[in-house]
């Protein structure tokens, strides 16, 4: 089998995909007209759905959480600290009962 060079497997490769996507998109077809009802939903749909619920979306599409205030941060910080410290007693004291 003869070797292919790097810009003839990006070829290759670039012909392949466009071989999938246009499977991709006969696919969608047959699925959109099996359920004519989702005709118009993506990306779009999706975001006013979320604007719909109050909930925050970016560009890209995902959740954004609000930015947290100092003191927010510090009562994480010392529960968290609390937290982790409660599971190394219990680990110290699951090893000292074995």
Excluded: H, N
């Amino acid at each position: 089998m003869a070797k292919l060079t790097a810009e003839e497997l990006r070829r290759l490769a670039k012909l392949g995909a466009a071989a999938r996507l246009e499977q991709l998109r006969a696919e969608e077809a047959v699925i959109r007209a099996a359920f004519p009802d989702l005709a118009g939903r993506g990306q779009r749909g999706r975001r006013a759905g979320a604007a719909a619920t109050g909930a925050s979306v970016s560009a890209s599409g995902s959740r954004r959480r609000p930015a947290m205030s100092a003191a927010g941060r510090k009562a994480v910080s010392e529960r968290m600290r609390k937290y982790w410290a409660e599971r190394r007693k219990t680990k110290t004291a699951a090893k000292a009962a074995k």
